[in-house]
């Protein structure tokens, strides 16, 4: 069985572009979360989905983020326009709906902004 | 509101030695209580867990045990391997509605053991 699935693994972008990062689940997950590590720090999170839609999405820092998932399969997370403090690893993880059960990670994206 | 709280690093160790990485958790009701492992190029993997209060979890010849009265969930291991080195999280998670919840992660350590 594939596990979670991220792309790009690396990505150095200049600072005001534009990144789009991919989280593949495992299949038949309904749970989806997107976290980030900053150099040094906690791993810190992002958003929950449940299926297609936005369980919590209290850990996204500011509406230059933007977290979708197409029809409760794949998701992206957007960052428009980067800036230097978004650099980090970003990761994604699934989990059944099955509560308890355990959460499956990714390898996660570095994002570098310069 | 939550949060998770991990012994300060680098950690540095000679092969066979013992290991204890002190976590403590502040978190209202009851979490359950995570150690995740980050082995060099790969991602994070589920190492042990326990769900209650006294639950012992063990994986690989670690152990941690969730105590509630001193809010903590140290991991151990008796002696350690060079395979061992990676960086070691400590998390939590709540159930919401029944349902899973978000991890609540400390800052992690890394941990080198040398030959």
């Known amino acids: 069985e594939a596990g979670v699935t991220q792309f790009p693994s690396h990505s150095v972008i200049e600072k005001g572009q534009t990144v789009t990062l991919r989280c593949d689940p495992i299949s038949g997950h309904d749970n989806l979360y997107w976290y980030r590590r900053v150099m040094g720090k906690e791993i810190k999170f992002l958003l929950h989905f449940v299926k297609e839609s936005k369980q919590d999405e209290s850990g996204m820092p500011n509406n230059r983020f933007l977290a979708e998932r197409t029809g409760g399969t794949y998701s992206t997370l957007k960052v428009q326009p980067a800036e230097l403090e978004d650099s980090g690893v970003y990761f994604c993880?699934?989990?059944?709906?099955?509560?308890?059960?355990?959460?499956?990670f990714g390898q996660g994206t570095r994002l570098t902004v310069v | 509101g939550d949060s998770v709280t991990q012994m300060e690093g680098p950690v540095t160790l000679s092969e066979e030695a013992f290991l204890t990485i002190n976590c403590t958790y502040t978190a209202t009701g009851y979490p359950s209580l995570f150690w995740y492992v980050q082995y060099p190029g790969e991602g994070l993997q589920l190492l042990l867990k326990a769900t209650k209060a006294d639950d012992k979890g063990s994986n690989k010849g670690f152990e941690a045990t969730y105590r509630k009265e001193t809010t903590s969930f140290h991991l151990e291991k008796g002696s350690v391997q060079v395979s061992d080195s990676a960086v070691y999280f400590c998390?939590?998670?709540?159930?919401?509605?029944?349902?899973?919840?978000?991890?609540?992660f400390g800052k992690g350590i890394t941990l080198s053991v040398r030959p």
């Open positions: 998390a939590l998670s709540k159930a919401v509605n029944g349902a899973n919840s978000k991890l609540t």
């Open positions: 993880a699934s989990s059944p709906w099955v509560r308890g059960t355990e959460a499956f």
